[in-house]
């Protein structure tokens, strides 16, 4: 889920697009152009888009934690339970994001976790931040992107994407650079 989203705010649309454009898209193309600015954001900044994202979610499996009977409790808990693990993840995603972009002073248990690949490693996300910013946009665990390209995944769906609209994946990006040529 990380890698579609931040997929979809790499390769499609326009900074200049009304109200998305500058909210959503810009921070996306930003960090390629400043890729260490991220490190220099406080808690607030890094993760509070993604807390707020998870509230909804997580509000109304409280209400349906202190309204449903314990059957139906049992019955849906897989569900639940689910669904609270991906909010934890998705709330994490930006700071685990951070962590992949700071080479100075983590924790030795945050650079054990990306050591063990269980959440984004470094050198992993390096990959990423080579122009044009076309693979491994998995940004949580990072566990998809080698099995994505591996299958061809990003390219085949922006296939399937300018074949359906005609639009062309990067398009703007390409734009900035003949500007600056
Ligand atoms: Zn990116
Ligand atoms: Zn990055």
């Known amino acids: 889920?990380?890698?579609l989203v931040h997929w979809a705010a790499d390769s499609w649309g326009s900074v200049d697009l009304w109200i998305f454009?500058?909210?959503f898209i810009r921070p996306f193309r930003e960090h390629h152009i400043d890729p260490t600015a991220i490190t220099r954001h406080d808690f607030i900044e890094t993760n509070g888009d993604n807390f707020a994202l998870t509230i909804?979610?997580?509000?109304?499996?409280?209400y349906r934690f202190s309204t449903y009977d314990e059957q139906l409790i049992e019955q849906t808990y897989n569900w639940e339970m689910f669904i609270f693990l991906l909010s934890l993840f998705i709330s994490f995603t930006n700071q685990i994001h951070k962590w992949s972009h700071t080479y100075f002073g983590l924790p030795w248990y945050i650079t054990a976790l990306q050591?063990?690949?269980?959440?984004?490693?470094?050198?992993?996300h390096r990959i990423h931040h080579i122009s044009p910013h076309e693979s491994?946009?998995?940004i949580t665990t990072g566990w998809l992107n080698y099995p994505l390209e591996y299958i061809n995944f990003w390219p085949h769906l922006e296939?399937?994407?300018t074949w359906?609209?005609?639009a062309q994946p990067r398009s703007d990006d390409l734009a900035w650079?003949?500007?600056i040529n």
């Open 56 to 62: 909804p979610s997580l509000l109304l499996s409280s």
């Open 164 to 166: 359906c609209t005609g």
């Open 21 to 23: 454009g500058k909210a």
């Open 1 to 3: 889920m990380s890698g």
């Open 115 to 124: 050591n063990m690949h269980i959440i984004l490693p470094r050198k992993h």
């Open 159 to 161: 296939s399937i994407i």
């Open 136 to 138: 491994y946009f998995c």
């Open 177 to 179: 650079a003949k500007k």
